[in-house]
C-alpha cells in the first residue's frame, strides 16, 4: 500500500485553515473565538506552553459557531478541487492518508477519493479531542493499530517531521507542490514539538 500525509502533500494548502476561514465566511460567529485563538497560538508558537493538542483543542474551539456535519460535506464540494493533480493520476484504492487534521473534516474523502483516512479525532462539534494530536511517531502508532502487519510500499509527504513513518516504509518521498524527490534521511525536522 502507499501511504500520504494530506495537508501541502496531496491537497494544495492546509485543509484546516481553508476549513476555518470558510466557516468564518459561512458563520460571522466565528470572529468571537478569534482572541482565544490568537492566544493560544501565541502560547504554544511563542512562549512554547503546552502541547499541539492542547493548542489545537483550544483553536478547534470555532467549531461550536459551526453547522457540523454539514458545513463538512459543503466545504469539500467546494474545495475538492484542491486534491493535486499527481495524486489522482497515482491514486490507488488500497491508499491510506494519515493526518494530523482532524478525522470529522478527512473521513468524507473516504467515500470520495476511495481511501482510507487515519487522523486526529476531534469532536466535530465541540472541538475536544479524543487521544492525542496524529503527529510525527503517533501517525505510526494509529497505522499500527489498524495495519498491525501492514507494509507501507511508499510513503509521501511534504515534512520531514513525518520522519518516523518515512522510516519505516520500502520508498519515501518528499512532495513540494507537484515535484517529488526522494526523502533525504540525513535531514531531520528541528525544534520538532509535539
Request: aromatic share 14%.
Amino acid at each position: 500500500m502507499n501511504v500520504f500525509d494530506f495537508d501541502k502533500t496531496i491537497y494544495s494548502g492546509d485543509s484546516t485553515a481553508s476549513f476555518f476561514f470558510w466557516c468564518l465566511k459561512k458563520h460571522p460567529k466565528v470572529l468571537l473565538y478569534v482572541p482565544k485563538i490568537a492566544v493560544a497560538s501565541m502560547s504554544y508558537y511563542v512562549f512554547h506552553i503546552g502541547s499541539k493538542t492542547d493548542f489545537k483543542e483550544k483553536m478547534y474551539s470555532f467549531l461550536r459557531a459551526c453547522d457540523g456535519e454539514k458545513d463538512v460535506a459543503e466545504f469539500w464540494e467546494e474545495n475538492i478541487k484542491n486534491i493535486k493533480k499527481f495524486y489522482i493520476e497515482m491514486h490507488k484504492d488500497d491508499d491510506v492518508i494519515i493526518s494530523a487534521s482532524p478525522e470529522f473534516l478527512l473521513k468524507p474523502l473516504e467515500k470520495e477519493l476511495k481511501i482510507k483516512v487515519i487522523a486526529s479525532i476531534v469532536d466535530i462539534h465541540t472541538g475536544k479531542y479524543t487521544g492525542v494530536n496524529c503527529y510525527h511517531a503517533d501517525k505510526v502508532r494509529r497505522f499500527r493499530e489498524i495495519y498491525p502487519d501492514g507494509k507501507i510500499d511508499s510513503f509521501y509527504s511534504d515534512s520531514y517531521s513525518d520522519e518516523p513513518l518515512a522510516a519505516i516504509a520500502q520508498s519515501a518521498y518528499i512532495v513540494d507542490g507537484e515535484i517529488i524527490t526522494e526523502w533525504d534521511h540525513t535531514n531531520h525536522k528541528k525544534n520538532l514539538r509535539v
